[in-house]
């Protein structure tokens, strides 16, 4: 499946965006998704995760209470909400998605099988 990743770009610390993810050309209610993010230099890692049916999400103790992951199946998106942005968030974000038959969340960049093309957030000081 081609994962579509949206909405990154340049903003000052405090400030917010929403990112978006959608599959063009697959039902995204069948996939539990998530959000990871690879600065330069470093691993990608793990943001968060939302269940298929959006009942369940999962976060990095470092953007809890400052990010929101959510879905909307009947539109098929995916989406992250990004408050409070710090220069240590700059990164480019990938969303990615698995198949899964349960309630799942996965919070392992092995556990994902699709990949977006990852958008680049950026946050001046």
């Known amino acids: 499946v081609q994962l579509q990743a949206s909405g990154g770009g340049l903003v000052q610390a405090g400030g917010s965006l929403r990112l978006s993810c959608t599959t063009p050309?697959?039902?995204?209610?069948?996939?539990?998704v998530g959000w990871f993010r690879q600065a330069p230099g470093k691993e990608r890692e793990f943001v968060a995760a939302?269940?298929?049916?959006?009942?369940?999400?999962d976060y990095r103790n470092s953007v809890k209470g400052r990010f929101t992951i959510s879905r909307d199946n009947a539109k098929n998106m995916v989406y992250l909400h990004m408050n409070s942005l710090s220069p240590t968030d700059t990164s480019v974000y990938y969303c990615?998605?698995?198949?899964?038959?349960?309630?799942?969340?996965?919070?392992?960049?092995?556990?994902?099988?699709?990949w977006g093309q990852g958008t680049q957030v950026t946050v001046s000081s």
């Open positions: 990615a998605a698995r198949t899964t038959v349960t309630g799942a969340l996965y919070s392992e960049k092995y556990d994902y099988n699709e």
């Open positions: 050309r697959r039902l995204i209610s069948a996939y539990a």
């Open positions: 939302i269940s298929r049916a959006g009942t369940r999400t």
